[in-house]
């Protein structure tokens, strides 16, 4: 098990320096050059001590303290364990994409609470939605697909795609 922060750019508005991107609320992101780096230092070890971070980036320990919590708080960033699915017990991961007719955000909502929809996105192109599956094995996926997800109210069709291996998975796009 290894610890991550996932991040992306939100609104700071002590910083000049925009991204194409939105955060949550619409607003245009923004973070200054130290929350980068402090994000960075996050990135490289999530248990990474303050005062490490701090000399790293020119800050106090507790002004570290400070700007990670406001990062935290403001939905910045989140620092987790992330585990490989296979040595927890996952043996089947699967991306499904979904063709919706109705209300997409209804049935991104319903997909949104089930347990093994680890990514739910609403999409342009063929689908409407791509969901990524964690099952425990073929069986469970073939229960969460056929007796679920085809059971919400709009959901018109799915295509599956099995995981066969499992080549790259990172969280360090946040500061790029």
Known sequence: MQSEVVASRSADPRDSRES????????????????????????????????????????????????????????????????????????RQAMVGIHVEGDVESVADALTAMPECEYVVMTAGSFDLMVEIVCEDDDHLLEVINRRIRAIPGVRSTESFVYLKLKKQTYMWGTR
Do not use: C, W
Not at 34 to 53: F, T
Not at 56 to 76: F, M, Y
Not at 77 to 82: C, E, P
């Open 20 to 91: 194409p991107r939105e955060s949550r609320n619409g607003s245009s992101p923004h973070l200054d050059a130290v929350s980068l780096a402090i994000i960075e230092q996050l990135q490289e070890d999530g248990r990474r001590p303050y005062a490490a971070i701090g000399k790293a980036v020119g800050l106090s320990e507790a002004a570290v303290r400070q700007r990670v919590q406001k990062l935290l708080d403001q939905g910045v960033m989140q620092i987790v364990a992330v585990t490989d699915p296979l040595t927890v017990g996952f043996r």
